[in-house]
């Protein structure tokens, strides 16, 4: 059965859901590396399934893929990507004073810039998830992030591939972190999965806003 695609209503709170949790992710990146990170405009939006590695960079974009399974109340696929060429202004950040002339590749990597990877994608997942799980008041949790590098089409479409039977498009929640000084930016996107997908909170009519219970 298809899904019935969302209201503009619904895709306007969503959104700010979106920036809820991305501003939470760009909080607890900013203290990790100790420098501010700057949150571009979020948005929420659906996507037809064949253009969603277009908003990741294009099909054949080379990425740091970290990806984490969302289980809980909403149940989705959780993914932070940085182009191959931010790895090494990544790592440079989670570990001063590392190794010269960082390769961006996988085969290039040490267990120890894996390892802060990994813990990277944990806490912004954390803390993301954390946001969103408030304002949708359901409880979300994340997987073990898996760490790849390969083509963003590769990255989405596996990702993707669940929705596929059910709809024509993903509802995406996407969001970019960049830390202007060292050049490094980050996207995140979140993917839920349309069956298991609450509606948003409505917004609270102005006329109870406030309003006192007369004695």
């Not at 939470?24 to 929420?44: C, E, F, K, Y």
């Not at 909403?74 to 010269?100: K, S, T, W, Y």
């Not at 894996?114 to 304002?135: D, F, M, P």
Request: glycine share 8%.
């Amino acid at each position: 059965m298809r899904r019935r695609p969302r209201s503009r209503g619904d895709l306007s709170r969503f959104q700010e859901i979106s920036e809820a949790g991305a501003r939470n992710a760009a909080t607890a990146l900013s203290q990790m590396i100790g420098r501010p990170v700057h949150l571009d405009v979020p948005w929420a939006k659906p996507v037809p399934l064949e253009d969603v590695p277009e908003i990741a960079g294009g099909a054949r974009r080379v990425v740091c893929a970290l990806s984490l399974k969302v289980y809980g109340g909403a149940r989705g696929n959780l993914l932070l990507l940085f182009g191959e060429e931010q790895v090494p202004r990544l790592l440079d950040l989670l570990l001063p004073g590392g190794a010269d002339g960082r390769g961006a590749s996988s085969a290039a990597l040490s267990d120890l810039d894996r390892s802060a990877l990994r813990e990277v994608a944990n806490i912004l997942a954390a803390a993301y998830l954390n946001a969103v799980s408030h304002l949708l008041g359901v409880s979300l949790l994340p997987s073990i992030p898996g760490l790849a590098f390969d083509m963003a089409g590769a990255v989405t479409d596996f990702l993707l591939i669940e929705q596929a039977p059910v709809s024509d498009s993903a509802l995406v929640l996407a969001s970019e972190i960049r830390e202007p000084r060292s050049g490094l930016r980050g996207e995140f996107f979140f993917l839920p999965d349309p069956k298991s997908l609450p509606p948003p909170p409505a917004d609270e009519p102005p006329s109870r806003r406030g309003r006192r219970r007369k004695r």
